[in-house]
């Protein structure tokens, strides 16, 4: 392992964070919108790595560019919303003074931190020493409704995991309603996934479940107002093959004890979007003017 890093590109549209053992790689698109490239085993820090956006004319495909054939719905995003040529279960969905749903986050800032910020008011993961981690911080800006939303990215040095959470901050001049806002839109490129969930009762807890991975959605989830012996906050997405020594697994934990949803959405092209957050049903937060509103965190 190394210290942590995270490596911009040149024109400032690629973010790249590695420990020497693992990367996470997520670019911005000429429309301001943030898009995911690469996780998993460590690549080279000065290669581009674009090449994995697909663009290629797709029957029934909605594209916000007439001349091109761009689509967000067939776009990894890193954080997905409704409409706009994305129809894939949105990540943030809000509801605008005017009534509107649909969202336009494009990226406005960034910031690089040593180590990794406390989540007020939540539980999170933690380093002891700033050499532990780095954090990249990705702000993007609804402007037509004064919305701000930062994405928060963290590695570590010790461990091949990245934590996420996502904060939404009201500078408007009326409040919005956030509907759903999920901690964690992971947009993997296939579907060749074995889903592990771990569920039970009491006295019986976190019994293993194994499902393949099949076109539509499926989930794991509580709206008993606690995440409860049920169902734990947690899944693995393995390889068929994989075991206890050797293959590809990974592994989503939701840091959060109350309702949570994790879900799984395969398209008809297999590819898949793993969703995991505070469970939307039931889940409406009224954002005032000046206020923000943290996310549980992700890892």
């Known amino acids: 392992m190394m210290n942590p890093q995270i490596y911009i590109s040149a024109d400032e549209t690629t973010f790249h964070l590695t420990n020497g053992e693992f990367s996470y790689i997520l670019h911005c698109l000429p429309d301001g919108h943030l898009m995911h490239l690469w996780s998993g085993k460590a690549v080279?820090?000065?290669a581009d790595y674009t090449c994995f956006h697909e663009v290629f004319p797709r029957p029934m495909t909605s594209c916000p560019d007439a001349d091109s054939w761009y689509s967000r719905e067939h776009t990894a995003q890193e954080c997905g919303t409704f409409g706009s040529s994305?129809?894939?279960?949105?990540?943030?969905e809000i509801t605008h003074p005017d009534g509107s749903t649909l969202s336009d986050f494009q990226l406005t800032s960034w910031n690089i931190l040593d180590g990794k910020p406390?989540?007020?008011?939540l539980p999170a993961v933690y380093c002891e020493d700033s050499?532990?981690?780095?954090t990249l911080e990705c702000i993007l800006t609804d402007q037509k409704n004064s919305l701000e939303m930062v994405l928060?990215?963290?590695?570590?040095?010790?461990?091949?995991?990245?934590a996420r959470n996502t904060r939404l901050i009201n500078h408007g001049d009326a409040p919005v309603y956030a509907d759903t806002v999920q901690s964690l839109c992971l947009d993997l490129p296939d579907s060749d996934y074995v889903w592990m969930q771990f569920s039970g009762a009491w006295g019986r807890e976190r019994h293993l479940r194994n499902r393949t991975l099949e076109q539509g959605i499926q989930s794991v989830g509580s709206r008993r107002g606690h995440s409860s012996h049920n169902h734990n906050p947690v899944v693995i997405l393995r390889r068929e093959h994989t075991d206890e020594v050797q293959g590809e697994a990974l592994g989503?934990?939701?840091?959060?004890?109350?309702?949570?949803?994790?879900q799984a959405e395969v398209d008809t092209y297999d590819k898949?979007?793993?969703l995991a957050g505070i469970h939307p049903d039931g889940f409406r937060w009224k954002l005032e003017p000046g206020e923000q509103f943290p996310s549980p965190e992700a890892v």
């Open 131 to 134: 050499s532990e981690a780095k």
């Open 252 to 262: 989503i934990a939701l840091v959060y004890s109350g309702n949570f949803l994790i």
């Open 86 to 92: 994305d129809f894939r279960t949105p990540a943030i």
């Open 44 to 46: 080279r820090p000065e």
């Open 152 to 162: 928060s990215y963290t590695i570590f040095r010790d461990h091949n995991v990245i």
């Open 272 to 274: 898949t979007r793993i």
């Open 118 to 121: 406390a989540l007020p008011g």
